[in-house]
Nanobody, 123 residues
Framework: QVQLVESGGGSVQTGGSLILACATS???????IAWFRQAPGQEREGVAR????????RYATSVKGRFTISQESNRSTVYLQMNSLKPEDTAMYYC?????????????????WGQGTQVTVSS
């Protein structure tokens, strides 16, 4: 059974930091693992992804230089280090896994999803 469980969300002030974790089980890493976010009334958008086999990463322009995606050596846990947070980063954050692709960081590419963890950044 595939499971993805996010943790680490919370409420911080502008400029603060959080680290999110996605603990996985029952997954064969054939494609990328990614972080997406969705604010109320907004479309889900890709934040960052990593290819487990190569370590190749991709980031949304809006978070490049502020967020870092990484993984444990055994690939079971993926992190999102979030620095210099802005109110526009406020959203529910989800981790997701693609069976075979995920290169372009779009929701349609991803097959398994976690339950989400809330990030709120106050101004």
């Amino acid at each position: 059974q595939v499971q993805l469980v996010e943790s680490g969300g919370g409420s911080v002030q502008t400029g603060g930091s959080l680290i999110l974790a996605c603990a996985t089980s029952g997954i064969t890493y054939r494609g990328c693992i990614a972080w997406f976010r969705q604010a109320p009334g907004q479309e889900r958008e890709g934040v960052a992804r990593i290819h487990p086999g190569t370590g190749s990463t991709r980031y949304a322009t809006s978070v490049k230089g502020r967020f870092t995606i990484s993984q444990e050596s055994n690939r079971s846990t993926v992190y999102l280090q979030m620095n210099s947070l802005k109110p526009e980063d406020t959203a529910m954050y989800y981790c997701a896994v693609s069976r075979s692709s995920g290169w372009f960081l779009t929701p349609a590419e991803y097959d398994y999803w976690g339950q989400g963890t809330q990030v709120t950044v106050s101004s």
